[in-house]
């Protein structure tokens, strides 16, 4: 053997590059799915270790004992350690349909009208599976729920982006100044437009979606024959006595609408990922065969605790009261905000606040990460906010398009699902930004 020989082992070189010998799809790239995103950029291993985290939409206090009384009650048990039906745990649908019914003004069918998902995003992905074919083009409103667009592209589906625009006027702002183009809505659909997902309450901007604006959507929907997709993860946290409607109770709309619904919004129980959807048999029964296929079924004995708190909720008045709480964390941190004298959306539901962050100034010299290096301008404020201040948050250009990020690098995202002493912690120290507003 020749000393310059290149040792073989299994016929491959030892000196070829293995890094990257498969290529993987391209619908990783065309979902930004590979690119750092802004989860990962704010993740608390990336900040001081004594950062408030105002950033990420999960809570720092556990859902109601009662409700985690019912999980151990459940992991005690046989039966609810195994596998469940694949449309969900029979106690859980018939806990739905209870809570549901009265508000959809129907008897909602617990065989064919519900469907438990391993959390709200698995079900609307498996809607995507379902309906979406090689090139159907699906309307977000931007901001949008940054799984949308990964979900659609990763189905064949091309986003069709149309934005909520804000109000311009100085002062204070309402959610429901971000307004509807509905011109602008009707240019966006084409031959080609399969679904539209309307997102009420709306995260990031808070934004409740009122009957009018719903009415003209489901003209639209009902005109060009869609799939409405209703995002309603936050409907238990409407505020100010504002009107939560759903589009599926419009005429002619149940027949084109899916529902979506949390366990982990309404419980304050994100890990548990217990979501469901609600709607005909016709749009259910085919995502029933996606999701059966995707995770076959969800967690069981979390979906038994989820029934329990959907069967107690009403009666020992918690929904009420956890609106109450949020009510309070929500004016914790917008009196903050006005003590600084800053802008912001005060939200009609969800757990955000949208602050203005346009007039925020640093020095030139700042020494800002790569990754926040050629991003919009949020980037660079949320940053600078969460190492300097010690509070972080989420830059919502994250959740534009790239034509679109303009509209979006004028804010920073707050989460008020915090508990009342870290929000009180954090309204002080935010109180430091005034030495960098311009």
Known sequence: ???????QTNGTSSKQDRSKLIPFSSRLKEGRA?????????????????CINLGQGYMNFAPPQWVRDAAEEALGSVATNHYSHPKGRIRLRQAIKNHYSP???????????????????EGQYSVFVAFLEQGDEVIMFEPFFDQYLPSVTFNGGVPVYVPLHPPQHDGKHSSAEWSIDFDELRRAVTPRTKMIIVNTPHNPVGKVFTRAELEQIAAIAEEHNLL???????????FDDNEHVRIANL???WDRTVTVGSAGKMFA?????????????????????????IVFCSNSPLQEAAAVGLEQAV???FLKEQL????????ILTAGFDRLGMKYTLPQGSYFVLLDISNLKWPEDYPFPESVQGRGRDFRACWFIAMEIGVSSIPVSEFYCEEHTSIGEAYARFAFCKDVDTLKQAVERLQKLKQYLA
């Open 34 to 50: 590979l690119a750092q995103d802004v989860w990962s950029i704010f993740n608390a291993a990336n900040l001081p270790a004594d």
């Open 324 to 331: 109450e709480q949020y009510t309070e964390r929500r004016n």
């Open 315 to 317: 009666k020992r008045g």
């Open 228 to 238: 409405v997709m209703s995002d309603e993860v936050y409907d238990s946290l409407v």
């Open 251 to 253: 005429p002619g709309m």
């Open 103 to 121: 508000q959809l003004n129907r008897d909602l069918d617990v065989e064919s009208e519900i469907l438990v998902t391993s959390g709200a995003n």
């Open 269 to 293: 129980a994100t890990g548990w990922r217990v979501g469901w959807l609600i709607g005909p048999a016709s749009i259910i029964q085919p995502t029933l065969a996606a999701t059966t296929r």
């Open 1 to 7: 053997m020749s000393s310059t020989a290149v040792p």
